[in-house]
Each structure stands twice: as structure tokens, then as C-alpha cells.
């Protein structure tokens, strides 16, 4: 088989480029290791920037979206025992739009079957060759049978523990990276969300969020040890100790039910850099991955590939490469800013036992002046919104 982009993962990013490069006249093949059931039934975030919906809109897979996602015009900071909003609207003009990334995949999946286009699911011992040259090659197993792709370039969309980055020689790549010590317990449940936008809760027992995929289906979260085991969290265990993680007002209005999903996720931050290496793009996990607190991880998956799809676009239709040879430098710098962030606001809601009582009250004394100063919540609203694509 011969292609223009062979790209690796069909998750939303790998999905994502591919409309992206079909709209631009572009060939791509898409390879996946796992089934599209298994693709699809992953659960994700949910809170997109609006620069993630230009994107969606801009590969036609957005029309659902306007449909049904949930416009959103500020969050809520809960801490000693009250509520804070920001109004991300009135400090910045913008807002996000809560919308599951589960509902990203199926759009872009269906979009992608409409079209006709190549995605190849469970495809087996994925690996990929040559990219330091002119012509570089995808091999796979599928049914018992050997296959390659040639193509004239490799995004790398396979995620953390894909094969793209793990295939990057020894001593090319830099990779930078923090453990927190701790997770977030989380749930799902279709039961209607506690209140209207997301609120996230700094309290003594640890930091709670209140989340949503739907006006009928909920996403909330705890954090938790990392040896903690699921076992032990009955879903009456959950929902108690959820509600002494909030302020009275909102714990009176939660409603419980039987969740549909409940897991334990551990939280990092990761980047790998630089992100191109010869012919092979790295983009979304594969390159880089935040604590989920800020909800930047689809949404820096969305902008990598929105740069490499103009950049691809440039050297096909205008015969130029400076934007594929401007891709690592910056989506690095986007990156890094969202790290930035994504790191603060972890450690301003979460509880660090080893930062004892000064720790507590440097904590307290921040949240203070976030919710009390324009400018700091300003910074936050810029932040969490989503900073300008350059």
C-alpha cells in the first residue's frame, strides 16, 4: 500500500489529522492496534478550548458538537467550605465547551467511514522504519499476514505507550517528566450534574472535582492514594465521600446513582522533545502528557495536530517545508506553557501530605488571592480557556 501520511493511533488525534488532511487533498492511512470498539469505549476528558472546536469545525466534525456540547462560562473553586466562581466570559471573552471525547472519537469515526477513507484496526506488531530518509515504511500483522505502508511521512499518534516514540533512536529524544503521589479516583454515572459548570474543590480530606459529559450523565472525581485499590470504593463509599469533599450547598444537591465506570488513573506530567525526528511527527500522548486538572491533554493532542496538518498542507500544495520544519519548536512552546499550568493548578487544589502545615496555608493563601485579584483570575481564565495558536 502507498500514502502520503501514514499515521499510527486512531484515537482523536490520530482521527483528528486525518480529517484534517482529507479537507487539504491530503492521502492518509490510519493504522490502530486495538479494535474500534476498544477505541471508542476508552473514557476520556471532556472540556474542549475553543481553538479544539475551530480545529473540529475546520475538519467538517463539528456539527454534532454544536448540537449538544455544553457552552461553559466560568468554573467554580471550592474552598473552606464556599464557592468562587471565575467568569472566564467576562475576564477573557471566550469559554469552553464540555463535550466527552468519547463524542469526538464517534464523530470522527463516522466521518472517517462516510468519506470512505483507510483506517485499519487491529493491526498487530506495529513498527516503523526508515524515517531518517526519503522513504519511509509502516509494517504491520493483520490476519496472519505481513503488510506495509510506504509513505512519504509518519505521524506518531499511538499514545504513551506506543511504538512511534519507543522507535526514536537512543540519544535523540530528551523526556521530562514528574510523578504526583497521588490519583484520581473517578466515576461516571448518568445522574444530572451538581451544578451547571465544573467545580473544583480544595479540602482538608483531599481535592474532589465535579465534572460532566451530558445534562444527563456526570464525571466526578477524588483524589486518592496511588495503592488504593477500587475494591474497597462501593459506589455508597464514593458518593459520601464525595460530598464531605464539598461545601454544604453542593453537597446537598448531589445525586447519586449506580456508576457506569469507575477506574483509578495515576497523574504525571511528561514531555518528550523534540517532537520530529526526520520523517516521523510525534503528536498528542506520544509527545506529551498532563495531570488531567487543567483539562489540557485533548486539547494540546487538538493543537499538535492542527500545526502538523498546515504543515503537511504546505509542503504538498505551496512545495515548502518551513511548516513542518517549524512543527517541534512550536507545539513545544504551547506545550510547555500548558504544563506550566496544568502543574499549578494541581498543586494549588491537591493535598500534599509532605508539605505539611506550611504547605496548607500557602495553599490558602493563594486561592485567596486568585478569587480576590482581577489579574489572578484573569491568568487562570487565559489559562484554562486555552492560550492563542500561533
Not at 466534525?61 to 467554580?76: F, I, K, Q, T, Y
Not at 477513507?117 to 522504519?129: C, K, Q, R, W
Not at 450523565?217 to 460530598?243: G, I, K, P, V
Not at 494549588?348 to 480576590?372: D, N, R, S, W
Amino acid at each position: 500500500m502507498r500514502t502520503q501520511v501514514a499515521i499510527v493511533g486512531a484515537g482523536p488525534s490520530g482521527l483528528l489529522l486525518g480529517a484534517l488532511l482529507h479537507r487539504a487533498g491530503v492521502d492518509a492511512v490510519i493504522v490502530e492496534q486495538r479494535s474500534a470498539e476498544y477505541v471508542l469505549g476508552r473514557i476520556r476528558a471532556g472540556v474542549l478550548e475553543q481553538t479544539t472546536v475551530d480545529l473540529l469545525e475546520q475538519a467538517g466534525m463539528a456539527e454534532r458538537l454544536h448540537r449538544e456540547g455544553l457552552p461553559h462560562d466560568g468554573v467554580e473553586l471550592a474552598f473552606d467550605g464556599q464557592l468562587h466562581r471565575i467568569d472566564f466570559v467576562g475576564l477573557t471573552g471566550r469559554r469552553v465547551t464540555v463535550y466527552g471525547q468519547t463524542e469526538v472519537t464517534h464523530d470522527l469515526m463516522q466521518g472517517r467511514a462516510a468519506a470512505g477513507l483507510a483506517t485499519i484496526y487491529e493491526a498487530d506488531d506495529v513498527s516503523v522504519h526508515d524515517f531518517d530518509g526519503t522513504r519511509p515504511v509502516v509494517r504491520y500483522r493483520r490476519d496472519g499476514r505481513d503488510h506495509e505502508i510506504a509513505c512519504d511521512f509518519i505521524a506518531g499518534c499511538d499514545g504513551y505507550h506506543g511504538v512511534t516514540r519507543a522507535s526514536v533512536p537512543k540519544g535523540s529524544i530528551a523526556t521530562y517528566e514528574k510523578v504526583y503521589p497521588f490519583g484520581w479516583l473517578g466515576i461516571l454515572a448518568d445522574v444530572p450534574p451538581v451544578r451547571d459548570e465544573l467545580v473544583y474543590a480544595n479540602h482538608e480530606r483531599g481535592f474532589a472535582l465535579c465534572s460532566q459529559r451530558s445534562r444527563t450523565r456526570s464525571r466526578y472525581y477524588l483524589q486518592t492514594a496511588l495503592d488504593d485499590s477500587l475494591e474497597r470504593w462501593t459506589d455508597a463509599a464514593f458518593w459520601d465521600e464525595l460530598r464531605r469533599r464539598l461545601p454544604a450547598e453542593v453537597a446537598q444537591q448531589v445525586t447519586t446513582g449506580a456508576s457506569i465506570e469507575k477506574s483509578i488513573a495515576p497523574l504525571r506530567s511528561f514531555v518528550a522533545e523534540p517532537m520530529r525526528f526526520g520523517r516521523l511527527f510525534l503528536a498528542g500522548d506520544a509527545a506529551h502528557i498532563v495531570p488531567p486538572t487543567g483539562a489540557k491533554g485533548l486539547n494540546l493532542a487538538a493543537s499538535d495536530v492542527g500545526y502538523l496538518a498546515r504543515g503537511l498542507t504546505e509542503y504538498y500544495a505551496d512545495k515548502s517545508s518551513a511548516g513542518i520544519d517549524a512543527y517541534s519548536a512550536r507545539c513545544l512552546a504551547r506545550i510547555w506553557k500548558a504544563e506550566r499550568f496544568s502543574w499549578w493548578f494541581t498543586s494549588l487544589m491537591h493535598k500534599f501530605p509532605e508539605t505539611g502545615a506550611f504547605g496548607q496555608k500557602m495553599q490558602h493563601a493563594e486561592l485567596e488571592y486568585l478569587v480576590g485579584s482581577k489579574a489572578a483570575s484573569t491568568a487562570l481564565a487565559e489559562n484554562y480557556v486555552g492560550l492563542p495558536i500561533s
